[in-house]
């Protein structure tokens, strides 16, 4: 993957697996034992990346882009056996909690019911904000930290309704004097949720950087767009469309696509591109900045947006009432570039892509995404297919989070679909369709492929992590434990070494 339009291409592979994901104990994943065993079985398989979704704080519905802040971390990810072993916590009150019966599957109600509860006990203990490290981390969160702890402090009080809901109005519309009787009010539960931060960022930087020392990258993934329930929104509303009392005017989503015949209609507000431009873009250098220091990769979601976007307005009820406009272009990969220094940046440009979108792409020397599970419909001429990659800075994909499992495509093919796919992929045995297509990938040019760690598996669509346009089940699948055993290291090494993408081994500190 390159970094930037000078530097040579380093041909790798990466495995894309949510952190929820993890096999980790008490229901969901977590950034302990599980998270650097995962390290550890990607050096192994001589895979550099690890890309995982958006780490925020998640609300209704779950998804990882629709998050409480554009900057914290997902307290649930906090792993509880640490904890444990810095002694602000015992292993008989995790097991008093409920956290869900079923190992393949989050159950996001008993991990809000019980995992703060347990948090909580560990915090009452906990003289994290004493220590020099949590100054530190203070003044280098300085930019929203305050304003996202006091939120879900207030949200907490006022039983979970969005910040629009909320019964006082001074509140609401971020006053100076009202935020400071809330503070002084609600001083605990902010000294609680600045722990979670505190804990949550700790452990994060000691995963990736046990990923360092391993020679493994993670990439991670943030949404253009920030959640209408949001501190972002709340605590800078001015950037975003909305009226004067704070309801979206307009919002995101996009047209019919591969995913909707009736397009997608997200409901996230949209910015106001000319006052962020009139502030120098500074929510955007925080939001990149913070984010170069949580991953070595970041993908930007829905690239096409900062070219143009579709507009919705918020009475609509579907998508088909939008229009485009145009976005800011150059002048926020501008920013990226000045803010999010050392990270590189992969451009999600799956979607409409119109001439502008390729030519702002092409100067950033942004690599964009291929995915193979778009090309196999038929058509020779389908650029998602690896003999057309026109070049090699790309990244390339059987199919990401959005889509099925492989296992599951295949099984919902008609036949000349998969007779086409045979022939395209030059095998004579359908059975053998799954693991030609992954090894395929690896022959490809693209500089960089990613598999979804259930594609290894040959799970079916049981194991898929979203489907788009719907809610229930989603985000919720998990390895179990013991589960990687099931693939050939090995012979993942080997594919990685036969077609050249081995990195270099990371340098040993002296």
């Known amino acids: 993957m390159k970094r930037n339009t000078t530097e040579q291409s380093t041909r790798s592979a990466g495995i894309l697996m949510p952190v929820f994901s993890l096999p980790s104990p008490y229901g969901i994943g977590t950034l302990g034992k599980a998270a650097t065993e995962f390290v550890d079985f990607l050096a192994k398989m001589k895979h550099r990346y690890w890309q995982v979704l958006p780490v925020g704080p998640t609300g209704y519905g779950d998804s990882p882009y629709q998050s409480y802040s554009a900057f914290a971390g997902n307290p649930y990810f ?292 291929k995915v193979i599970e778009f090309g196999v419909g038929g058509d020779p001429a389908n650029p998602y297919l690896p003999h057309n990659y026109s070049s090699s800075n790309c990244v390339a994909y059987i199919g990401t989070h959005d889509n099925e499992t492989l296992a599951g495509f295949l099984a919902g093919c008609p036949e000349w679909q998969i007779n086409w796919m045979m022939g395209y992929f030059g095998i004579l045995k359908r059975e053998e369709l799954h693991d030609q297509m992954i090894r395929r990938l690896y022959e490809s040019v693209a500089d960089t492929v990613i598999f979804q760690i259930q594609d290894l598996l040959h799970l079916d669509n049981s194991a898929r992590i979203n489907h788009p346009s719907t809610l229930g089940s989603n985000w919720q699948w998990r390895l179990l434990p013991g589960e990687l055993s099931k693939i050939d290291i090995g012979y993942r090494a080997w594919l990685c070494e036969m077609f050249g993408r081995v990195a270099p081994a990371p340098a040993k500190a002296e």
Not at 86 to 101: A, M, Q, V
Not at 314 to 343: H, N, R
């Open 78 to 369: 906090i792993d509880l056996d640490l904890l444990v072993d810095r002694g602000i916590l015992t292993k008989e009150e995790i097991l008093e909690g409920y956290f869900g019966t079923e190992p393949r599957y989050v159950d996001y109600g008993a991990q809000f019911g019980s995992r703060f509860a347990v948090l909580r006990k560990a915090y009452a203990r906990s003289d994290f904000r004493a220590t020099k490290e949590f100054a530190a981390f203070k003044k280098k969160a300085e930019y929203w930290l305050e304003d996202y702890c006091l939120f879900m402090a207030i949200k907490e009080r006022e039983g979970f309704k969005p910040w629009q809901e909320w019964s006082d109005h001074d509140l609401k519309l971020h006053k100076r004097s009202a935020l400071a009787a809330a503070a002084e009010e609600l001083a605990d539960e902010v000294a609680f949720q600045e722990f979670m931060q505190f804990t949550f960022f700790e452990q994060w930087h000691a995963v990736r950087a046990y990923a360092s020392e391993n020679g493994v990258e993670i990439i991670g993934d943030i949404p253009l767009y920030v959640a209408m329930d949001s501190a972002d929104t709340w605590a800078h509303s001015e950037l975003f469309e909305l009226d004067i009392d704070r309801n979206a005017t307009n919002i995101a989503g996009v047209p019919p696509d591969a995913f909707s015949d009736e397009g997608q209609r997200w409901g996230n507000p949209l910015y106001r591109w000319d006052e962020m431009e009139k502030k120098n873009f500074k929510w955007w250098r925080e939001r990149m900045k913070a984010n170069a220091d949580l991953f070595d990769v970041i993908r930007i979601d829905h690239f096409i947006g900062i070219v143009n976007y579709w507009s919705i307005p918020a009475k609509c009820k579907s998508a088909k009432g939008g229009k485009w406009l145009k976005g800011p272009g150059k002048k926020l990969t501008d920013v990226f570039a000045e803010a999010a220094k050392g990270a590189k940046i992969i451009a999600e440009d799956l979607g409409v892509l119109t001439k502008p979108v390729k030519d702002l792409i092409a100067s950033c020397g942004y690599p964009g995404m």
